[in-house]
T-cell receptor, first 113, second 115 residues
Framework: QKEVEQDPGPLSVPEGAIVSLNCTYS??????FMWYRQYSRKGPELLMY????GNKEDGRFTAQVDKSSKYISLFIRDSQPSDSATYLC?????????????FGKGTKLSVIP | GAVVSQHPSRVICKSGTSVKIECRSL??????MFWYRQFPKQSLMLMAT?????????EQGVEKDKFLINHASLTLSTLTVTSAHPEDSSFYIC???????????FGSGTQLSVL
């Protein structure tokens, strides 16, 4: 079993829909959770960064972490065509001295006008 | 916000040549930078961790003599693909650790095509 599981999609939704993206993980040492957005042939862009269970909201984006279930989600409200991209979840343990992230495979999202 | 600059964005070269890719942190000092490789429809695979002033740490299966990493300053790390072959064709991405804010920022990637 891989450390981080993420449904690769593709996921296609109409403009204005609510999008739910999810990752599960097996390593209970993961304490920091991130969501990155990657446009085609570009580097990932940090969207959300959380380290506690619960919800964190930033504009149309909400990151949700459930450590007891080892499950994280990213919700996108009022989705726009410009949100079409691949979304990667990433995680890190709390060990000091490094910042190596473990990535999911990414979910490709298409928002149809 | 923090910016990481990666150059070139695209390179096409003949088999057997060497290619150098630069990664710069523009508004913060990065003692640690990371190099990744990404194949189509796949996630980022960490190749090596680059530490300023010391030797890079390579992930298992990554040839250190083929992928030379130099991190000579707090704002610059370079990856040199030596004697490139078609199987080295891939999308290479760097990231830099902003230690002050404990966040990781990525470069825009380099698409390497070896003919």
């Amino acid at each position: 079993q891989k450390e981080v599981e993420q449904d690769p999609g593709p996921l296609s939704v109409p403009e204005g829909a609510i999008v739910s993206l999810n990752c599960t993980y097996s390593n209970s040492a993961f304490q920091y959770f991130m969501w990155y957005r990657q446009y085609s042939r570009k580097g990932p862009e940090l969207l959300m960064y959380t380290y506690s269970s619960g919800n964190k909201e930033d504009g149309r984006f909400t990151a949700q972490v459930d450590k007891s279930s080892k499950y994280i989600s990213l919700f996108i409200r009022d989705s726009q065509p410009s949100d079409s991209a691949t979304y990667l979840c990433a995680m890190k343990d709390s060990g000091a001295g490094s910042y190596q992230l473990t990535f999911g495979k990414g979910t490709k999202l298409s928002v149809i006008p | 916000g923090a910016v990481v600059s990666q150059h070139p964005s695209r390179v096409i070269c003949k088999s057997g040549t060497s290619v150098k890719i630069e990664c710069r942190s523009l508004d913060f000092q990065a003692t640690t930078m990371f190099w990744y490789r990404q194949f189509p429809k796949q996630s980022l695979m960490l190749m090596a961790t680059s530490n300023e002033g010391s030797k890079a740490t390579y992930e298992q299966g990554v040839e250190k003599d083929k992928f030379l990493i130099n991190h000579a300053s707090l704002t610059l790390s370079t990856l040199t693909v030596t004697s490139a072959h078609p199987e080295d064709s891939s999308f290479y991405i760097c990231s830099a650790r902003d230690q002050l804010h404990e966040k990781l920022f990525f470069g825009s990637g380099t698409q390497l095509s070896v003919l």
